[in-house]
């Protein structure tokens, strides 16, 4: 028997139905992912599986005692006092009397007969509901969620209080968690953590999100609103991919053999005379069918046009950082850090939340001046900078205002273009682009800032965090337009699929220091894993870092035993070994520094990429293998 059932769920908010004849059954231990457009109706279906709204028509079947807790999408502005407070206010009143039990329990000593009194009532009341067992299962989640209790829930950052937030839920025990993009201002690693602890967490599972990557780690189904019908897609993501085309294909054959026939039903009744001879009242009765069948016809919404304006070419090198330290109070973020930009580079940078990656961009392009080092800016080089806090984005000037700055009339490579129109290019229609920014949702703001980069030419171009709040289909089209752009890119973005399909080098901050990394997202995993990590100025010589690795080695094992004389022809081999294979990755990174690599497909620079990395690993393989014969012959 389903754990919930939504039968024929209507919902409207204007003309068109936003829900419209929904359908939706959740079994025992499912994780169902529930994408769509941004404004298709997500959160609002969210609301009505937790009871929070009512639906306009249509009924809700659910199984006996059925608990249901949802994590909000933004972190609650009025949310204060310790995490064990906030976790426990999930509980109602119980949680309430836990939560003012411990603040008495603390002041007992200096609190007075005042405070005992207060102390004994809530004392009493914990019993009379026979709540203790609750404040066990409130330090059972914290212990799970490694949270600690007495910590002030206002001085943690965005992730962690995200996730004490989803404590609060968890405590609950619900059967039903509901999860409104949980990922949203999470790094990287809170992101791995939360698909770890989700894939084993025991209870059934609906969330939103636009990460491709989280929804191919944890979803069983997926559901889609589109144009107010919920449709189900069973399996993982690339079968929702693969049936989705599938359907839309079809879709617009059918929609293509309707207008056929409704067009020649027109030209019938056109005749006017020779209609009305025939008599033929059922004919015209069926033309008025196909017309209102045309009319109520939901049209999908269109996709976002985006296109990078053609500018100059930027001088050959774009950025040389030398020596860059620069800290906050005692904490430095950036230590002797040197980097080299050249033309066609396109580079990713990720790491925790509050590392320093927004402050190195800022450096990099020199809005901040460093504690100590150099930047050198390259020559013609025209930015355009995508602010992760839109702050270059005026909340009380219209949407239409804070493109133009003054005039309608925009010119679009060379060509006059009006306002309206070019933002209806990013699904703005005209009433919409003349409401204040200040009423745009998130996926509306990030819309409207790419469509204001987008109004000049560009050859060097920043994006701080782009993705957030982007539906897949405006992803897909931004990734397109950032893999054609030929000129260069620096790109943060905790988004992993989005940085393995962009950038062809990753800059990574990780214990301290900030290292360069052949390729994106999952090549920064594979060369972490074998040491394959490059300096901050440019990739290591292979046997240097082998090296090092085989000198950290126990020299305890020096001596052990005599070499084989199969081992003496391999240590007498290696040398030559070891040249041709440092040779080859010489020459691969030669190829790489010309600018004309990056005119390559994606697919060929990926594979290229995946090659050098095999080189540098086998490098370190075979290093180390020399240098242990090379003790033991000693």
Avoid at 15 to 26: F, G, K, N, Y
Avoid at 52 to 67: K, N, T, V, Y
């Amino acid at each position: 028997m389903p754990l919930l059932t939504l039968r024929n769920i209507q919902l409207s908010f204007g003309a068109a139905p936003l829900l419209s004849d929904v359908e939706l059954s959740i079994d025992k231990g499912e994780r169902l992912c529930l994408v769509g457009r941004n404004g298709a109706g997500k959160s609002t279906l969210m609301k009505i599986i937790a009871g929070e709204i009512q639906a306009d028509d249509g009924s809700i079947e659910q199984a006996q005692g059925l608990r249901v807790a949802r994590l909000v999408q933004e972190v609650p502005h009025d949310t204060d006092g310790s995490v064990f407070d906030v976790v426990a206010a999930g509980l109602g009143e119980e949680g309430r009397l836990l939560s003012e039990y411990q603040h008495l329990t603390r002041e007992l000593m200096d609190g007075g007969d005042a405070v005992m009194q207060r102390f004994e009532k809530v004392q009493a009341a914990i019993d009379d509901r026979g709540a203790w067992d609750i404040s066990q299962r409130v330090e059972t989640v914290l212990s799970r969620l490694n949270l600690d209790g007495d910590t002030d829930f206002a001085g943690l950052s965005g992730g962690m209080k995200r996730r004490v937030l989803l404590a609060q839920s968890l405590v609950q025990a619900p059967d039903i968690l509901l999860l409104d993009e949980p990922t949203n201002h999470l790094d990287i690693e809170a992101i791995r953590w939360l698909e770890d602890f989700l894939r084993q967490y025991e209870a059934t599972l609906v969330f939103i999100t636009h990460d491709r990557a989280f929804i191919r780690a944890l979803a069983t189904r997926i559901i889609e609103i589109d144009r107010g019908s919920l449709t189900s897609w069973p399996g993982n993501y690339e079968r929702y991919l693969e049936g989705k085309q599938a359907a839309l294909d079809a879709e617009e054959k059918a929609n293509a053999e309707f207008d056929k026939k409704l067009s020649r039903e027109e030209t019938w009744i056109r005749q006017g005379i020779k209609a009305r001879r025939t008599r033929n009242e059922g004919r015209v009765r069926a033309l008025k069918a196909l017309r209102q069948a045309h009319a109520e016809r939901r049209q999908r919404q269109g996709n976002v046009q985006l296109a990078a304006q053609d500018a100059n070419r930027s001088g050959k090198l774009v950025i040389e950082a030398e020596g860059l330290y620069q800290a906050y109070g005692e904490q430095s973020i950036l230590r002797d850090f040197s980097l080299t930009v050249m033309r066609g580079d396109r580079i990713g940078v990720i790491g925790p939340n509050g590392c320093g990656k927004s402050t190195l961009l800022k450096i990099l392009l020199g809005h901040l001046q460093p504690d100590a080092g150099s930047v050198q800016l390259g020559t013609k080089l025209d930015v355009a900078y995508f602010d992760q806090l839109r702050n270059t984005l005026d909340d009380n000037k219209s949407v239409i205002e804070n493109v133009t700055e003054g005039s309608d009339i925009l010119t679009i490579n060379g060509q006059p273009r009006h306002a309206i129109g070019y933002l209806q290019d990013f699904l703005f229609e005209p009433q919409r682009a003349r409401q204040p920014v200040s009423a745009l949702s998130g996926g509306e703001r990030n819309r409207l800032l790419l469509a204001k980069l987008f109004t000049r030419p560009f050859n060097l171009l920043v994006l701080d965090e782009p993705t957030n709040d982007l539906d897949a289909e405006t992803l897909d089209l931004l990734e397109e337009q950032l893999m054609a752009f030929e000129g260069t890119l620096l790109l943060v973005s905790h988004d992993r699929e989005f940085i393995d399909n962009v950038v062809t080098s990753t800059l990574v901050f990780e214990d301290g220091t900030v290292n360069e990394y052949v390729g994106g997202y999952q090549d920064w995993l594979r060369q972490r894993n074998t040491g394959g990590a490059a300096s901050a100025s440019g990739l290591q010589n292979p046997g240097q870092s082998a090296k090092k690795t085989a000198q950290k080695k126990d020299t305890a094992q020096k001596n052990v035993k005599k070499l084989s004389y199969a081992e003496k022809l391999e240590l007498e081999k290696l040398p030559a070994e070891l040249e041709a294979l440092e040779a080859q990755i010489d020459a691969m990174q030669q190829a790489m520094a010309d600018p004309g690599f990056y005119q390559q497909t994606p697919a060929d620079i990926a594979d290229f990429n995946q090659r050098l990395a095999a080189l540098q690993a086998k490098a370190e393989v075979r290093f180390a293998r020399w240098e242990a014969l090379d003790n033991a012959e000693s």
